[in-house]
Structures are given as C-alpha cells and as structure tokens.
C-alpha cells in the first residue's frame, strides 16, 4: 500500500511567539496489504502545527505529518535590530561603548547570515555561524545573544533531525530566558521543547507545554492590552499547535475546535497567511475523519488564499495534500497532476525537502500504474534527499515504498530488510501511522510466506494504531487485511466479521461524498468488496456472496441517477426525496459556509444534519421500497428480490472478481431463480479478460471483421460453459442477463457455442436487467398494443435522420391505431401529453449520452432531440410512464457510450424503469438504416402476433442471423421481458 507522508516545512513570521504549521504535504509512503487489498493512497497529512523559529520573536512556520516531521526554513523579511526584539534587558556589557557597538553589529551580522544559510538549506553551515555567534557573544557577557544563538543552533539541528541536541540548545536558551524574566522568549522555547517532544512521539508531554504557553500568552494579552495584536497572534499560533497535538494524540474534535479559535482570531487580525495554513490543517483533520468533501473544500480554500498572498511553497503543499485527495476519490490522473505542479514549484523554489516530497509521491502513482522502474528511480532519489536533510520520519516512508517495490517483484527477502528497517525508524520517531502501515506490510510478507500466525499480531496491532489515531480509512483497510489473515488461519467467522466492517466503514464514508465523488471512491475501495464476495462463496454463503454484490452494482446505477439529478415514478417518493434533496442542498451550503468561515458550532451542525439526512434516507428506503437504493448502504435481503423474479426465467449475473490480492482472478457467475442461488467461478485473468472484451466489442462494430466467431466462442466458454449444466438443468423460458462493467459492452446472445454450433440468442430468449431489485415484475403487463411513434423530429443539417423517418412510417402501417409525429410535429410538449396514454413509445431520433455533450448536433448530455426543445433524462419520471410497456430508442447509439465501465448502457433503461416504464430497447453501436428497419419492423410484427418482446426481439434477430452480428446485435432490451 503507497502511503502519502507530509512535508514539513518552517516559515519565519514576524511577531514574538509560536510558530505556524504549515501544510502538510503528504508523500506517497507504498506500504502494501499484499494478498490483502491492491496498493491504495491511504491518508497521510493530518494538520500543522506552529513552530518557533530562528528570528527573535520569529514565528517559524513548520508543518509535521503522521510519516516526516521535517523542518525548513523559509524566511521572511526580517525586522532590523533583532537581538534588542529577543530579550528586553539592558544592552550588552562593556567599558568601552564603540566596542560594545561593534560587538552588537559583528552578532548581528552574524544572526543574518546563519539566517540567510538556513533559507538556503545549508543548515550545517548555519550551526557553524550560530556557534561562532554563540562564543562571541559569551565573550562579550551578551546573554540576550547567547539565547538567539542557542535557539538557532537548535533550530537547525532539529531541522537535521538531531532531536538530543536540539533540546538540550532549546533548554540552554530557556534558561536564558528565564533569568532575564523574559516571558515572550520563554514561550517560544517551550514551544519549540513542546514540538520536540511531538516529534519524539511524545504527545501528552507536548500537550502540557503548550498549554502552559497558552495560558502564559492570555497572562500577557490582560497585562499588555496596548499590545493586543501581537498577543492575540501568539494566542493564534498557540492555538493551532494545541489542534495539532490533538491530531498526534488521534483526537480529532478537540482539534478541530482549537484550529477553529485559531482560525478565528486569524480571519479578525487579517493574517491571510496564517488563514491559508489552518484551512489546511482543518482539511487535514478532516481528510483522518473520513470527510473527504470538507477537506477537498478547506484544501481548495487554502490553495486560493495562498495563492492570494503569493506563498509559494504553501501553494506547493496544499497542491501535494490535493493530490492525496485525489488518489483517495480514485482520481489518479488528476492526483499525478497535482503532485508533479507540487514536485515543480519546490524544484523551482529550491525547497529539497518538500521537492523530496513530491518525488515520492510521482512515485506512487507510477507504482499504481505499473511502472516500478519508474517508481524506484522517484524513490530513491527521495529517500537521498531525506537522507540529506536528517528527516528520519520520511526516511522509513522511502525505506517502506522500497521495501513495497521489491515485495511486487517477489524480492522477499529485500522487501522484509526494508520495512524492518523502516520499522524500526517509525519507532524511533514514535510515528504511530507509519508504524501502523508497516506493520500491516511486514504482515503481509509474512502471509505470502506462510506464516500466518506471526502476521495476526502485527494486524491487530496495526488496526489498534490505526483506530488510535482516528484514521477510519486505514481502519477499513487493515480490518480488511485482518480479515483475510483470519481465512487463511481458519477462522472463518471472524473473517466473516472483518470483510464486512471493512465493507461497512467504506460506505459509511461514500454516504458523505457528492455525487460526483461517489464511484471513484468505490473503485478504490473495491478490493475489499471482492474479497467480502470472494470468502462468502468460499464458506457456500452464496445469499450472502450475492447481497453484496448485487449491492455493488446497486450502488452504480443509484450513483449515476445521482450524478443527472434524476427524479421517480411514485409522487410520494418523490416528495420524500425532494425533501431528503433541500435538506442534503442545506447541507452542501453548510459546508461552504464551513470551508469560507469555519466554526466549531457550524461544524457540529454539519455533523448532526448529517445524521439526520442517514436517518431520514432509510426512512425512505422503508416507506418506499422500490427507492431504497438511493440511500443504500446494506444489502437487500436477496430472499425478497428473488421472489420478484417471474416464474421460468434464470439470471445469469456475472461479477468481475480482478485485481485483489489473495483472491484468484475470475469472474463469478451467479445463476438466480426464484427459488434458488447458485455460483461458479471461471478462472481468468484481468489482463485477458480486458482484451478478449475489447477485441470482441471491435470486432462487432465492424462488418468486414471475419474473426469475431473465435472470440465469440472463447467468450462462450467463459460466460456460459461453466453454468451450462445448471442453466440447462432450470430449463429457463427466459434467460436474463444482469452484465457489469465491460461486459455491458457485450450484446451475450451472440456469444457462440462450438459444441452445438449455435448461439445463445438460438437456445434462449434473453433479456438484460439492470440488477436484481424491489421492482416487482410478477405480473405481465396488458396484451393490448397502442404505439406512439417520434421520427426525425429536426430534418436540417447533422441532425437530419431520413431512414429513422421511413422507419417509423413502416411500423405504423403495421400497428391500427398508432399516433404518428414526424418532423416539426415531433416536439417534447406532445411527446409528454400523449406519452401516458401508450403502451409502447418508439422514439426514432438522436440521444446524447456523452459526458459534456454533443456540440455537432447542438445538444447537452443526457437529452433525447425533439422538434421544439430536448426532453433532459432526468425529467423522465414526471412523464408519468407507470402504464408503458415498451421505450425503443431507435437512433444513434442509445444505450452506450465507451466508457470504462460502461454505466449508460444501463443507465438509460435504469432511469426509464424509475419513471414507470416496464422495459426498453436500445442500441450499442450506430446501425446500418436498412438492417435497423428491417429489424424493427421484423420486431413490431412479433409483438403485434402476440410474442413477448424478448421472443419477438430475438426472431426479428434470427432473420438477420446470416449477416454479421453488426447488422443484428445491436439492440438489447433491458428490463421485463414479457
């Protein structure tokens, strides 16, 4: 599994105190599950914290995550006459005042130019300039000197991490301090003592120092009222380090609550800057909650500001932290972008550490890409910059992504040297993440080696961490990786129990995501449904296996209603919707809110309209069944879907089992009846599956092709053979095939069985459904036939469909009685006035289904042309379709667009279904005009003999059966068959 560490960096800030953390940005740390779930971009940059840095009274910028606490030093301009700003003694001692002036000038000299060395990461150097600042100032009797140099020798040795050293400088200056009774310097040391101990995995005594320091610096504000901004800006800093340590110690309301006091003071003092690092710290916060739609907000909040205040190296960060976002919602195109505008900006700016950073993460999503050559060159060169620095955190992060390389190339041996190196790193800086990470991988090469008992322990020690630390992600992960130890070690209960809490979390999370969020969050949380599917089948809870992979499927057709803001058939369930929809839209503004001007009321508001939206979705779920998927999160029982089913038809219902480690590459077919589940797995790889799809779909869409029937013979063998015997035993009147992901790509009648030398539309009538669900298909619909038929409703130009129009005049001669609209008669209003007194609408024009519409024909996505206006997908529901039967969309390329997974192959009909309409035609690919007519009429013909549409679309078919499956397979019909 990659992991992504933050970076930590140091910016200078005028004002005596605290020093501001900056954003973390996080570096992809690979630690893998192996044969537990596929590498992932788990969390990895929880919040800031202020730390002090080298000018006196300097604020120093510094931002740590779970994985590299690393300090740098980015300055700003610095106020003239430091030393006299560090202390308020008198000046130093000496008879002779000019040389008393030169001693102060040659200090002084030297402060600048170790400060001008630290911002040029020369940081042995800047010690160096320190130490000869710091004996020259002991020669002069200068102890307000001998303090700054002692503050900034330790400074650049924690920023080496050196942390021994580096404390024992701090708690020399803090003695200094002390004895001049200077209470500003005081606090900035214990500060920077406090930010020590956070390093070291010593949170609570971190917690004690810094709240010393707040109540010290509110002493101050009472008794210095004139100086009340300067205060009130130390109290802001201080602040944000408090919500830090909370976030070390895994208490994330606390630290939401001080980052929000922070945040506050901030916004009231006009301190953009400051503002920008605490919007990424609360993103932060919220990315180890689970909120991913608040930390994509405060991220994208801080980006602006900062980019306001033209801090780059801050801009870099939170583009590193959009990044990891990005990987968690599954966006890895988008997340590579996001890392390499971080990787140039700190390249450009000379930052090593961060660029190191950055590198990492490139790393990563090469390594998710396949590309481990790649990978290691980015780690490598990472793990050297870390090395330089001191970062010893982020160091057992490049250790680890090594360690994960070596491991996918079976490198054992290496792979264990390296996370037991970076282990024992982790340990040593007391980072309890990174600790939990490794100790997962380390479990996993103990899996692949068999040695399942040494895996458990360090499992259940990760889970402990990760539950620690608030991390709920990680926590769905290593319950998953848990699961699986426990199946290997037969337990299968507990297994049983893990897989599903893993499960559980997951969708917990994709609840409080937006729509267009909510499918690339479930791919990358896919492996841990497979493997749920996967280890019921093993233990023959086939019910089980199904809930949850009828849920998956569930969950991408309830996604892609979302994502069009689709309405129902039923009033009521629509109401209740609408209601659940404002309170969801009060939610979205409430967020905002929150992203813009954050408080802890507002956000404990959002978390209790939250839980209500939960509660008030499966309110609808159980008053209207047949909606309940919109707010699904728990599998239906499967016992009431199968009693929808009509008597004599077979599902057939395969589900893609690719890609997750411990779970043998295959495909699960699923066969339902009313009475009965069974499942069979075919063995395949992804990789073959993926092309032998691929060349298949090619291979229909083009008529000269003369090698489809060889792959339709492979995919026979695939699909069907294995289920044959069971298929055959049911003796289906129907055969219903319920296809996911690229297999909706593939029209299974005419999937072709060498042993009898037919296809499978010649066995059976077959019919697609979207999935198996509360809609009840128990009754037929009438036998009587009425048609309304839409043709060429805009005769001009691309949009011009001459065959659709001889189309439609050839079924209405064949059908008395139909209603007729061509051309300029064929608008949307007399589509919506007639369309509830028909029995079957057969609509002859173009549909747009591609995502950002189709500029050629002038429409947007999910429209179907009509002459006056476009009927919007959505809306299909207030057409009041509850008595129509059939919907054939016979035009161009209906039903699919390619997409990877192939949604609008089903999303048409899904959304059809939902506005009451029994079933649908649609086409995968553009037709030939004159096989389409031929078909249709051959179709229509069948209907009007009194054939169910299933038997009258598959002899209109077999009519064709001579030609190429190009001229003949295109149209599927989607829903009831009858």
Not at 432 to 443: C, D, K, S, V
Not at 645 to 665: I, Y
Request: proline share 4%.
């Amino acid at each position: 599994m990659r992991l992504r560490v933050s970076i930590a960096t140091l910016l200078l800030l005028s004002g005596i105190g605290g020093v501001i953390p900056d954003a973390r940005a996080s570096s992809a740390l690979t630690i893998n599950y192996q044969n537990i779930y596929p590498p992932i971009h788990p969390r990895h940059n929880l919040g800031d914290d202020f730390r002090l840095g080298l000018a006196s009274g300097g604020a120093g910028l510094m931002s740590t995550d779970d994985f590299a606490k690393r300090a740098e030093n980015f300055p700003e301009p610095l106020p003239p006459r430091l030393l006299a700003q560090f202390v308020q003694s008198s000046p130093p001692v000496s008879s002779d005042n000019s040389t008393a002036s030169s001693s102060e000038q040659e200090l002084e000299r030297l402060y600048q130019l170790a400060d001008q060395q630290s911002s040029n990461n020369q940081h042995r150097e800047a010690i160096e300039t320190f130490t000869q600042m710091l004996n020259l100032a002991r020669q002069v009797a200068n102890r307000e000197a001998e303090g700054l140099a002692l503050l900034g020798i330790g400074f650049q040795q924690n920023i080496l991490g050196d942390r021994s050293a580096a404390l024992e400088s701090y708690q020399q200056a803090l003695g200094i301090t002390q004895e001049l009774n200077d209470r500003p310097g005081q606090f900035l040391l214990l500060t920077n003592i406090a930010e020590i101990y956070r390093d070291t995995g010593e949170p609570d005594r971190a917690l004690a120092l810094h709240q010393e320091v707040l109540t010290g610096r509110r002493e101050l504000l009472n008794q210095e009222p004139e100086a009340r901004q300067r205060h009130q800006a130390s109290i802001a800093r201080t602040l944000n380090n408090l919500g830090a340590t909370y976030n070390d110690l895994g208490q994330r309301r606390p630290a939401l609550d001080y980052f929000q006091q922070a945040l506050t003071i901030q916004q009231e003092l006009g301190n953009r800057r400051s503002e920008a690092i605490i919007l990424n710290n609360l993103g932060n916060t919220h990315r180890a909650l689970g909120q991913l739609e608040e930390a994509l907000q405060f991220f994208s909040q801080a980006l602006v500001v900062r980019r306001e205040v033209g801090d780059r190296n801050g801009e870099a960060r939170t583009l590193n932290n959009l990044g990891l976002l990005q990987s968690e919602l599954g966006r890895y195109p988008q997340a590579q972008e996001h890392y390499q505008a971080a990787a140039n900006l700190f390249e450009r700016l000379n930052n090593q550490p961060d660029f190191g950073t950055a590198l990492n993460n490139l790393g990563s999503i090469l390594q998710t890409q396949g590309n481990f050559a790649g990978a290691l060159e980015y780690y490598q060169r990472s793990l050297e910059i870390a090395q330089k620095v001191g970062d010893r955190a982020g160091e057992a992060v490049r250790l680890n992504n090594l360690g994960e390389i070596y491991r996918q190339q079976r490198q054992l041996d290496l792979a264990l040297a390296y996370y037991q190196k970076a282990l024992d790193l982790s340990r040593e800086v007391k980072d309890l993440f990174t600790e939990a990470t490794i100790l997962g991988n380390l479990a996993a090469i103990y899996q692949t080696q068999r040695k399942f008992e040494q895996a458990l322990p360090l499992q259940e020690q990760a889970l402990k961490l990760r539950q620690q630390v608030g991390d709920r992600l990680g926590e769905s992960q290593t319950l998953s990786a848990l699961g699986n130890t426990y199946r290997l070690l037969d337990r299968p209960q507990a297994a049983l129990n893990a897989f599903q809490q893993s499960v559980q979390i997951s969708l917990e999370i994709r609840r409080t995501l937006r729509r267009e969020n909510r499918q690339g969050f479930l791919e990358t949380q896919r492996d841990q449904i497979n493997r749920l599917i996967d280890f019921s089948i093993e233990q023959n809870q086939t019910a089980l296996a199904y809930q949850w992979a009828n849920l998956a499927t569930v969950a991408e057709l309830a996604d892609y209603s979302r994502l069009i803001n689709a309405r129902v058939a039923n009033p009521a369930a629509q109401r209740a919707i609408e209601a659940w929809q404002e309170q969801n839209q009060k939610l979205s503004n409430l967020r905002e809110q929150l992203r813009t001007n954050f408080s802890l009321e507002l956000s404990q508001q959002i978390n209790a309209l939250q839980g209500e939206l939960n509660t008030q979705g499966e309110a609808i779920a159980q008053q209207f069944p047949a909606v309940a998927e919109l707010f699904e999160t728990t599998p239906t029982d499967i016992a009431q879907l199968q009693s929808n089913l009509p008597a004599g038809t077979v599902v057939l219902h395969p589900v893609l089992l690719f890609s997750t480690p411990d779970v043998l590459e295959a495909i699960a077919l699923f066969v339902i009846t009313k009475d009965q589940i069974t499942v069979t797995k075919a063995a395949i790889s992804s990789e073959e599956f993926t092309q032998l799809v691929s060349q298949y779909n090619r291979q229909l869409q083009t008529p000269s092709q003369v090698t489809w029937r060889a792959t339709s013979r492979r995919l026979y063998d695939l699909l069907i053979r294995p289920v044959e015997a069971e298929i055959n035993r049911l003796q289906p009147q129907q055969l219903s095939i319920i296809a996911t992901d690229k297999l909706r790509y593939i029209p299974f009648e005419t999937l072709y069985d060498q042993e009898t030398r037919q296809f499978l539309i010649q066995k059976y009538p077959i019919n697609n459904l979207t999935r198996l669900s509360q809609r009840n298909l128990s009754n037929p619909a009438s036998a009587e036939i009425s048609l309304l038929a839409f043709g060429n409703p805009r005769p001009e130009g691309r949009s011009n469909l001459p065959g659709a129009e001889a189309e439609v005049n050839s079924i209405a001669a064949l059908i008395p009685g139909t209603e007729l609209h061509l051309r300029q008669s064929a608008t949307l209003d007399t589509f919506k006035n007639a369309a509830p007194k028909f029995s079957v609408l057969h609509i002859a024009t173009h549909g747009c289904f591609v995502r950002g519409g189709c500029p050629d024909l002038g429409m947007s996505e999910n429209t179907i042309l009509f002459a006056d206006q476009n009927l919007e997908i959505a809306d299909a529901a207030l057409l009041g379709l509850d008595k129509v039967n059939l919907v054939t969309l016979s035009a161009c390329q209906t039903a699919v667009q390619p997409q990877n997974s192939g949604e609008e192959f089903v999303g048409i009909a899904y959304l059809f279904e939902r506005a009451g309409a029994r079933s649908v035609v649609a086409s995968l690919w553009d037709v030939d005009d004159g096989a389409t007519k031929q078909l249709m009429v051959s179709f229509y013909e069948g209907i009007q003999q009194g054939l169910t549409k299933a038997e009258a679309l598959r002899q209109a078919k077999l009519n064709l059966g001579s030609r190429h499956p190009y001229y003949w397979s295109a149209f599927i019909l989607i829903g009831d068959h009858r």
